[in-house]
């Protein structure tokens, strides 16, 4: 099995695809996904549902307003991640696992 120490694009599809994410997301033709230098250093285009996912590093407070962003991640001994994730225009926030081999396991989110 393989050790995640960031985050990829394809776990970034996942995260945005699970229902209680998707619902915040969907409808927008393009999401700016801005993840933290901390979390990892993660860059490209990607798809969830409809949405078209801009992954960058740092974004400008204007641009951060809008964004959805990867805050923090943290490597799990089983070789997964925790990812602690925010999405300001949903006044969402809430952790992630992803298993070793890059799965999505388990969503905390919270909205308001």
Known sequence: MAEHTQPTVDMIERLLSHPDIAVHVSGLSRLRVAVNPE??????HGRAGGTELVITGPVDAETA???????????RDD???RVDFSYPPADLSGTA???ASGLLVAVDANDG
Not at 39 to 44: E, P
Not at 65 to 75: D, K, N, Q, T
């Open 39 to 44: 979390a990892g250093a993660v860059s490209g």
């Open 65 to 75: 307003e809008l964004a959805f962003h990867f805050s923090r991640v943290i490597p």
């Open 79 to 81: 070789g997964g991640l």
């Open 97 to 99: 696992r992803i298993d």
